[in-house]
C-alpha cells in the first residue's frame, strides 16, 4: 500500500497488484483489506466507490459463534473466539488470539490489536483501535475514534476520540482519534 513497484513481487506464490490497476476486475473479485489501522477507511470507500464487493475472512483455528454475524470486510486472525449475540460491523479487523464477549457490538473499521480482550456486553466504537494485549472489562462504552493503548486495563467507559493508556486506563490525550 505504500509503494507501486512493491507490485513486482510475489506473496505466498501471488501476484501482487496495486489498487488503481485493478479496476477491471469488479465482477470477478472480491476484496478485503488487511491493514492492521483504523486509518484503512479510505482506501475502502475507494474501492466500495469503483463498485467492488468485500469478502469475510475467518482463520480455521478461531472460534465465532453461529449467533454472531460478521459484516462485509471483516478478518479475523488465528485463535480468536468470538462469543455469542454479538455484532461485528463492516471491515472490522480482528488480530490474533483476540477473545470478545457475548452481546458486545464493534463498529465499522475498528481494529482489535494481538491479544485484546473485549468482555461482554460492550460497545467498540467506529473506526477505533483496541491495542495489543489490553483488557476491557464488562458493559463499558469505547468512543467513536478512541485508541487504547497497548495492554491498558479499560475500567470506565472511553470518551470518543480519546486516548487512554495504563492500568488502570487514564485519558492521556481528548483529542486524538481519527474521527
Known sequence: NHKREDTALNLAGLSVLW?????????SHLLICMLGT???RNWIEQMAQAQFDFTTLVHPSSVVSARTPLSPGVSIDAGCVIAGY????DHVRIGRNVSVGHHTEIGPYATLHPGSIV??????GTQ??????SVIIDGLTIGDGAFVAAGAVVTKDV??????AGNPAQI???DYGPI
Open 86 to 89: 454479538s455484532k461485528i460491523f
Open 119 to 124: 468482555s461482554g456486553n460492550c460497545r467498540i
Open 19 to 27: 489498487h488503481e490497476d485493478i479496476h477491471h476486475m469488479t465482477s
Open 128 to 133: 477505533t483501535t483496541i491495542g495489543t494485549g
Open 159 to 164: 470518551p470518543p476520540r480519546a486516548m487512554v
Open 172 to 174: 492521556k490525550r481528548s
Open 38 to 40: 483504523a486509518r484503512r
